[in-house]
Nanobody
Framework: EVQLVESGGGLVQAGGSLRLSCAASGFTFDDYAIGWFRQAPGKDREGVSC????????YYTKSIKGRFTMSRENAKKAVYLQMNSLKPEDTAVYYCAVALDCDDYGIHVGDVYYWGKGTLVSVSS
């Protein structure tokens, strides 16, 4: 059974930091790209970052570039999202996802094979 379990969300003030983790099991982790999506209330789910299976390409959407850093540890079957300089507009449920690829255009909902259940990040002003 495929499992993706996110952790690390919470409430933080603007300018603060959080580190999200995603622990994976039930599939060959090294064969897939992994991405982070987020969904704010009333908005569509968007792919904000992804890393390819070879761990030599990482994508960031424009709104988080320079503030967030994504990494993966294949040996631990885990990915992380270090989020710094958080803004109220970063408030959302953050989801870990498995996809076939991560490329110049990032990662998209239609490319996802498996989803985690999400972790809530709330940033107060």
């Amino acid at each position: 059974e495929v499992q993706l379990v996110e952790s690390g969300g919470g409430l933080v003030q603007a300018g603060g930091s959080l580190r999200l983790s995603c622990a994976a099991s039930g599939f060959t982790f090294d064969d897939y790209a992994i991405g982070w999506f987020r969904q704010a209330p009333g908005k569509d789910r968007e792919g904000v970052s992804c890393v390819n299976s070879d761990d030599d390409w990482t994508y960031y959407t424009k709104s988080i570039k320079g503030r967030f850093t994504m990494s993966r540890e294949n040996a631990k079957k885990a990915v992380y999202l270090q989020m710094n300089s958080l803004k109220p507009e970063d408030t959302a449920v953050y989801y870990c996802a498995v996809a076939l690829d991560c490329d110049d255009y990032g990662i998209h909902v239609g490319d996802v094979y498996y989803w985690g259940k999400g972790t809530l990040v709330s940033v107060s002003s």
